[in-house]
């Protein structure tokens, strides 16, 4: 029987560090149980598998007994993230009188984090926000095709940049966010795809988080993984990304990747994954690419790798070969 999710708890919630003021901070990070996103039920993007984080039903006293929990745990943190399974500024997921109240009891943040879709985000909301707020938006990619066939996002990158332009003009903060390797595009061309999504978003974005492909359950990206029809990227291509921004774009460049060192998640040979994910942290919070230093063999097979899609031309999991179910059972967390 499936368990039956209470609406009046909280999906997660933990503590770690990010960067606030320009120093590292403490950070609170909340994700709150929602009706969902209102895209998703229309079928949603390929790679997102929140709407397991969202109840049918969620009243406002529900979500009002998820904030007492967040105040519970509490402890003075100066940075609070706020995330939901959709978008904080959609008024069916996130009722204004629920929004006012988060504001006023993390009045004392220097910063608090919320994310939303773009259609949400008009000059009547963005008036209610206080001047602390960083309004998170999930771009993916900057390129309309890779947008639409690729990730199904419902949206063009010329609605994310007016949504992080207007965020800007009535002085917020905006984290954009970028999917590295969605499906149907090989190791080559993601990261090019997020290089030029990076160079777009750096004109709207003071953040520019880099977020790869992490296999969540019922997604159409957990389809074609479980057929050996996607490898989730390679860590080394995370850092070559990172590399190459980092003197490029005027935004700061971070990346906490879901998954990271599973199959799931971006992963390289397994020896080196906690060292290179380690190297990334280090560099999310210093900006120095120095801090990507990280040295492994499997570096040379990432190459190979990449020259071997170019010439078969698709974006199969080559490493599998014909042992498709060992090795997804090695990585399955469902």
């Given at each position: 029987?499936k368990?039956?999710?209470?609406p009046?708890?909280?999906?997660?919630?933990?503590?770690e560090?990010?960067?606030?003021?320009?120093?590292?901070?403490?950070?609170?990070?909340?994700?709150?149980?929602?009706?969902?996103?209102?895209?998703?039920?229309t079928?949603g993007?390929?790679?997102?598998?929140?709407?397991?984080a969202s109840?049918k039903?969620?009243?406002?006293?529900?979500?009002?007994?998820?904030i007492d929990?967040?105040?519970?745990?509490?402890?003075?943190?100066?940075?609070?993230?706020i995330?939901?399974?959709?978008?904080f500024?959609?008024?069916?997921?996130?009722?204004?009188?629920?929004?006012?109240?988060?504001?006023?009891?993390?009045?004392?943040?220097?910063?608090?984090l919320?994310?939303?879709?773009?259609?949400?985000?008009?000059?009547?909301?963005?008036?209610?926000?206080?001047?602390?707020?960083?309004?998170?938006?999930?771009?993916e990619?900057?390129?309309?095709?890779?947008?639409?066939r690729?990730?199904?996002?419902?949206?063009?990158?010329?609605d994310?940049?007016?949504?992080?332009?207007?965020?800007?003009?009535?002085?917020l903060?905006?984290?954009?966010?970028?999917?590295?390797?969605?499906?149907?595009?090989?190791?080559?061309?993601?990261?090019?795809?997020t290089?030029?999504?990076?160079?777009f978003?750096?004109?709207?974005?003071d953040?520019?988080?880099?977020?790869?492909?992490?296999?969540?359950?019922?997604?159409?990206?957990?389809?074609?993984?479980?057929?050996?029809?996607?490898?989730?990227?390679?860590?080394?291509?995370?850092?070559?990304?990172?590399?190459?921004?980092?003197?490029?774009?005027?935004a700061?460049?971070?990346?906490?990747?879901?998954?990271?060192?599973?199959?799931?998640?971006?992963?390289?040979?397994?020896k080196?994954?906690?060292?290179?994910?380690?190297?990334?942290?280090?560099?999310?919070l210093?900006?120095?690419?120095?801090?990507?230093?990280?040295?492994?063999?499997c570096?040379?097979d990432?190459k190979?790798?990449?020259?071997a899609?170019?010439?078969?031309?698709?974006?199969?999991?080559?490493?599998?070969?014909?042992?498709?179910?060992?090795a997804?059972?090695?990585?399955?967390?469902?």
């Amino acid at each position: 029987m499936k368990e039956r999710r209470s609406p009046s708890e909280l999906e997660a919630l933990w503590k770690e560090k990010d960067l606030s003021a320009g120093r590292t901070v403490d950070a609170m990070v909340v994700i709150m149980r929602t009706r969902g996103c209102s895209w998703a039920a229309t079928g949603g993007c390929t790679m997102c598998g929140y709407r397991r984080a969202s109840v049918k039903e969620v009243s406002a006293d529900d979500l009002g007994r998820q904030i007492d929990q967040a105040l519970a745990a509490y402890e003075g943190e100066p940075f609070v993230k706020i995330y939901t399974s959709g978008s904080f500024l959609d008024d069916d997921e996130v009722p204004p009188a629920v929004r006012e109240r988060i504001f006023g009891e993390f009045a004392a943040c220097e910063r608090i984090l919320v994310e939303s879709r773009p259609e949400f985000v008009t000059p009547e909301r963005l008036a209610t926000l206080p001047r602390t707020v960083t309004l998170a938006l999930g771009l993916e990619s900057s390129d309309p095709e890779v947008l639409k066939r690729s990730v199904n996002k419902g949206f063009t990158p010329e609605d994310s940049r007016r949504a992080g332009l207007a965020a800007k003009e009535a002085g917020l903060t905006v984290r954009t966010y970028l999917l590295l390797k969605p499906p149907f595009l090989t190791e080559g061309a993601a990261i090019a795809d997020t290089v030029e999504s990076a160079l777009f978003a750096d004109g709207f974005s003071d953040e520019i988080s880099i977020n790869p492909l992490n296999i969540q359950n019922g997604t159409l990206a957990e389809r074609l993984w479980r057929r050996g029809e996607l490898r989730t990227p390679w860590l080394w291509s995370l850092v070559e990304v990172l590399r190459t921004l980092s003197d490029r774009v005027g935004a700061r460049l971070m990346s906490s990747p879901s998954g990271g060192g599973s199959q799931r998640g971006a992963h390289n040979c397994g020896k080196c994954d906690k060292a290179v994910l380690a190297a990334v942290e280090r560099f999310s919070l210093t900006q120095d690419p120095e801090d990507l230093d990280v040295a492994c063999g499997c570096a040379a097979d990432w190459k190979r790798y990449i020259d071997a899609e170019r010439l078969l031309g698709t974006p199969a999991d080559l490493e599998r070969g014909f042992d498709n179910e060992l090795a997804i059972g090695k990585g399955d967390s469902s």
